[in-house]
Nanobody, 124 residues
Framework: QVQLVESGGGSVQAGGSLRLSCAAS????????MGWFRQAPGKEREFVAA????????SYADFVKGRFTASRDNAKNTVYLQMNSLKPEDTAVYYC?????????????????WGQGTQVTVSS
């Protein structure tokens, strides 16, 4: 079992930055692919970013490429999502997720564990 706890959400003006953190406990963190997803009000949850176990491979949704960066610190059992140049349309609850395996994944069903989410609100 893996427990995931997100933090770092909040309110920011357009153009600003936030860094989300996701702390993991339980099973060996370094063996998991980690993903970030988000869900805006009235919309389905969507893929944002993923990072493999070593951090050597990442994947991003087109709408965040060049603005968001996923990273991880396996010694701290933590994965991060640095979000720059935020836009009002980035407003959502952001979730981290953990998946067994080696390759980055972009589909919700491929993830085995989920955090409770953290709210990000971007005002214009």
């Amino acid at each position: 079992q893996v427990q995931l706890v997100e933090s770092g959400g909040g309110s920011v003006q357009a153009g600003g930055s936030l860094r989300l953190s996701c702390a993991a406990s339980g099973r060996t963190f370094s063996t998991f692919v980690m993903g970030w997803f988000r869900q805006a009000p009235g919309k389905e949850r969507e893929f944002v970013a993923a990072i493999n176990w070593s951090g050597s491979s990442t994947s991003y949704a087109d709408f965040v490429k060049g603005r968001f960066t996923a990273s991880r610190d396996n010694a701290k059992n933590t994965v991060y999502l640095q979000m720059n140049s935020l836009k009002p349309e980035d407003t959502a609850v952001y979730y981290c997720a953990a998946s067994y395996g080696w390759s980055v994944k972009a589909t919700m069903s491929q993830y085995d564990y989920w955090g409770q989410g953290t709210q990000v609100t971007v005002s214009s």
